[in-house]
């Protein structure tokens, strides 16, 4: 068993061809382990909210919800996943649209052995690093700058969860008032208001797509209670969720 090891989805409707992709991903580098495979973007939000996902493999053309709108999911909901297109369609415009939602390379079908590779190092070595800087602030080597961007890091790779500032200092081995003096000092305001702004930057996105009531987007960020996160949302643009969706609706 690896040290480090990472965990992928694939998001694939032709199950041969997914369940090979997956034996050529864990032969090719054994640190990424296909945990699930689904053959549409709806499963795949489902497993991606029931399991930590490090990765995900999609093809842009499925059943129920097709790739692009899991993509754009993906880069709402989970920011940190790197994710990785899979396409039998040698267009641009397929390209285009998936280098927008943050995607970190483009493969054609049938997958080219030596280019799975290079796509598996190019994510191994973004993922380690991230995991190195986690690692280094948790073990007292780092600066009050590194504490900073670490809490940041951590902020937008768990807004998803109900985390308070006691969460992310328990998580770090430092008080919540340290953490908030250092957070302030640099940020110029606390890390739980960094936390809420940057919940409700993602609201807003989920909001004015329309698809999500208005309970599913506070869950989705982190709330449990939709009146508190109502109330948050309020705070933080001066306008109620159900205001902010009329008002986004008709401009």
């Given at each position: 068993m690896h040290e480090l090891s990472y965990t992928v989805l694939i998001a694939e409707d032709e199950k041969l061809l997914a369940k090979n992709i997956a034996r050529n991903i864990e032969r090719i580098n054994p640190?990424?382990?296909?945990?699930d495979i689904v053959g549409d973007g709806e499963d795949a939000f489902a497993s991606l909210r029931n399991r930590p996902t490090d990765v995900v493999f999609t093809d842009i053309v499925m059943p129920v919800v097709d790739g692009l709108e899991l993509l754009s999911g993906i880069a709402l909901e989970f920011p940190f996943i790197k994710s990785v297109v899979l396409s039998g369609h040698n267009e641009f415009?397929?390209?285009?649209k998936a280098i927008a939602y943050n995607?970190?390379?483009?493969?054609?079908?049938?997958?080219d052995e030596n280019e799975l590779r290079r796509v598996l190092k190019k994510i191994e070595m973004e993922l380690s690093s991230s995991r190195e800087r986690f690692t280094r602030a948790a073990s007292g080597a780092h600066t009050p700058g590194d504490i900073v961007a670490m809490t940041k890091e951590y902020i937008r790779q768990n807004y998803q969860n109900p985390i308070t500032l006691?969460?992310?200092?328990?998580?770090?081995?430092?008080t919540s008032a340290y953490l908030s003096r250092l957070f302030d000092k640099y940020e110029h305001l606390p890390p739980s208001k960094y936390l809420r702004a940057f919940r409700m930057k993602i609201a807003k996105q989920l909001l004015s797509g329309g698809q999500f009531t208005i309970q599913a987007v506070a869950e989705m960020v982190g709330y449990n209670d939709p009146f508190h996160f109502s109330k948050s949302f309020k705070q933080e643009t001066g306008r109620n969720p159900t205001d902010y969706r009329k008002d986004d609706s008709s401009e």
């Amino acid at each position: 068993m690896h040290e480090l090891s990472y965990t992928v989805l694939i998001a694939e409707d032709e199950k041969l061809l997914a369940k090979n992709i997956a034996r050529n991903i864990e032969r090719i580098n054994p640190k990424f382990m296909v945990a699930d495979i689904v053959g549409d973007g709806e499963d795949a939000f489902a497993s991606l909210r029931n399991r930590p996902t490090d990765v995900v493999f999609t093809d842009i053309v499925m059943p129920v919800v097709d790739g692009l709108e899991l993509l754009s999911g993906i880069a709402l909901e989970f920011p940190f996943i790197k994710s990785v297109v899979l396409s039998g369609h040698n267009e641009f415009e397929y390209a285009r649209k998936a280098i927008a939602y943050n995607v970190k390379d483009y493969l054609l079908k049938p997958v080219d052995e030596n280019e799975l590779r290079r796509v598996l190092k190019k994510i191994e070595m973004e993922l380690s690093s991230s995991r190195e800087r986690f690692t280094r602030a948790a073990s007292g080597a780092h600066t009050p700058g590194d504490i900073v961007a670490m809490t940041k890091e951590y902020i937008r790779q768990n807004y998803q969860n109900p985390i308070t500032l006691g969460d992310i200092a328990d998580h770090f081995g430092f008080t919540s008032a340290y953490l908030s003096r250092l957070f302030d000092k640099y940020e110029h305001l606390p890390p739980s208001k960094y936390l809420r702004a940057f919940r409700m930057k993602i609201a807003k996105q989920l909001l004015s797509g329309g698809q999500f009531t208005i309970q599913a987007v506070a869950e989705m960020v982190g709330y449990n209670d939709p009146f508190h996160f109502s109330k948050s949302f309020k705070q933080e643009t001066g306008r109620n969720p159900t205001d902010y969706r009329k008002d986004d609706s008709s401009e």
